[in-house]
Structures are given as structure tokens and as C-alpha cells.
């Protein structure tokens, strides 16, 4: 699958179960606006829906991953009602959420800076993997903005504590602070980057792609509940569903006869 004809502002390729979207405007850093936004919605969904297509990679061309909001964008909204900077970032606040409740597992591939809306699309991935040179910036709030949409998704990302200084001061962070304090899952070199992000996805395509479905639901169910009655009966279920499902009874009975799954090939 080739379908970059079908986007102005995007690349997306398939290699095997492997789908990759690249940002593709290096020349305005990837910065969005609305047609970027409606782009990576739709890109987002197709792939999602593909039956071969078991993991999604997310990445940029040029030196900067995303520089956040455009300017000929933010000049426009400048003079937005409010009724139509809501309808503006219900637009966004939408696409974020393609991401992050896609079925299949994305990662983030960070080779260069990602400012205020770019954290969105890092954290709104499963996983992200940075170059050592990437820095990444919640600069909001020097233009008297809040980082409202992307909130949380990066407050999940990066926890509280960390979101109280980078919300507040819109300080410039590395890859290895983002690396610290939980933003990105690895940071690697330009040459490696590639290969990080690889080893990821060979594992990700090596999982039962019922599983995986089933833990990125599992996670977004029971993160941040309260272990009661009620949760512990919801995850009683969820294994009992996924032990009689045909992916977990073939996935038991290969590890029991030393033999690989039927997803994998032969």
C-alpha cells in the first residue's frame, strides 16, 4: 500500500504489516493547520481499519518532527469567534484521538524538535522513540495560550509533577529529560533511530494482534480507576473473554507445543 497521492501534506507507506505516515511540509517544520489535522484524521482511520496493517509508525520529514500550530494558520484563527475557535479545536482535539484510540499500536519516530501541539502527536502514540538531538517544548503559555487539547494526552504521558514545570515556564527540554521523566520510551542516536524504532515494531508484530487490541482497551479501562469490586469483575472477564477467544486458545496451544502462533508466518 502506497497512498501518498491521496494526501497533500503527508506520506503514507506500507511495508508488510508495517504502515508508516510521515509528516511531509519540512520546509514550515511540520507545523499543522487544519488541512495537516484532516490529513493525519483520515490517514489514521484508513490504516487503522487495514487487516494486514499491525503496527503504525509516525514520523517526519526534515530536520524538525512538528513545530506545533502554523502561522498563516494562527494568523487566521487570530480573528475567530469563539464559536469557530471551538469548532477549530474540536477538529484537532479529534485527530488526537484517532491516534490514541487507534486499534493498532503507533509509535512515534521523533528525529527532530516537536513544540506545543507536536507533544499532542508524540504523546497521543503508544510509544515514542527520539533522537538524542530532538528538544520538544510546551511554549504555550509564552504566547498567553494553554495547551489545552493536547493536555491529556501529555499529562498521561509525562505525569503531573513533570507537566507542572513544562506547562508553567514553556522551558526547552531534551531528549534525555523527556527520556527522565517518562515522555519518550528511548532515545537513540540519528544513525540508530531507525533500528530503535524497528525492534519495537518486529515485537509489536510478533504479539497476537487480538492481544493488543485487547491490552491498549485493558490499559485505557483500568488506568486511573480504583481497584473495587467493579474493576476487579471487569478484568476477571477480560482474561476469561481473551482465554475462549480463538487467537488464545491457538496462542496457548503453540506455546504448549513448542510451535509458532498462526499469526507469525511459518
Not at 60 to 67: E, K, L
Not at 155 to 178: C, I, N, W
Amino acid at each position: 500500500m502506497n497512498s501518498s497521492n491521496m494526501f497533500s501534506t503527508l506520506e503514507l507507506h506500507a511495508e508488510g504489516p508495517v504502515a508508516r505516515i510521515w509528516l511531509n511540509r519540512p520546509e514550515l517544520r511540520n507545523a499543522f493547520d487544519d488541512e495537516v489535522i484532516g490529513e493525519l484524521s483520515h490517514a489514521f482511520a484508513h490504516v487503522s481499519g487495514k487487516a494486514e496493517v499491525r503496527v503504525i509508525v509516525l514520523g517526519a520529514r526534515g530536520p524538525a518532527f512538528c513545530a506545533g500550530a502554523n502561522l498563516n494558520w494562527m494568523r487566521r484563527a487570530a480573528d475567530f469567534t469563539r464559536e469557530q475557535n471551538t469548532q477549530d479545536a474540536a477538529g484537532l482535539a479529534a485527530m488526537l484521538r484517532t491516534i490514541h484510540e487507534s486499534p493498532k499500536p503507533v509509535i512515534a519516530r521523533v528525529q527532530g524538535d516537536a513544540y506545543a501541539g507536536g507533544l499532542g502527536l508524540v504523546a497521543a502514540c503508544d510509544m515514542a522513540v527520539a533522537a538524542d538531538t530532538a528538544n520538544f517544548c510546551l511554549s504555550e503559555v509564552k504566547i498567553g495560550l494553554i495547551p489545552a487539547t493536547i493536555s491529556p494526552y501529555v499529562l498521561q504521558a509525562m505525569g503531573v509533577r513533570a507537566a507542572q514545570r513544562y506547562f508553567l515556564t514553556a522551558e526547552r527540554f531534551s531528549a534525555a529529560e523527556a527520556h527522565r521523566i517518562g515522555f519518550v520510551h528511548e532515545v537513540a542516536t540519528a544513525e540508530e533511530l531507525d533500528a530503535k524504532v524497528d525492534a519495537l515494531a518486529k515485537a509489536l508484530c510478533n504479539a497476537s494482534p487480538a492481544a493488543v487490541r485487547a491490552c491498549k482497551k485493558l490499559i485505557a479501562d483500568v488506568a486511573g480507576r480504583e481497584i473495587d469490586d467493579a474493576l476487579v469483575a471487569q478484568t476477571v472477564q477480560g482474561i476469561a473473554d481473551i482465554r475462549a477467544s480463538d487467537e488464545g486458545r491457538e496462542g496457548v496451544q503453540s506455546f504448549l507445543q513448542k510451535r509458532k502462533p498462526s499469526w507469525l508466518p511459518a
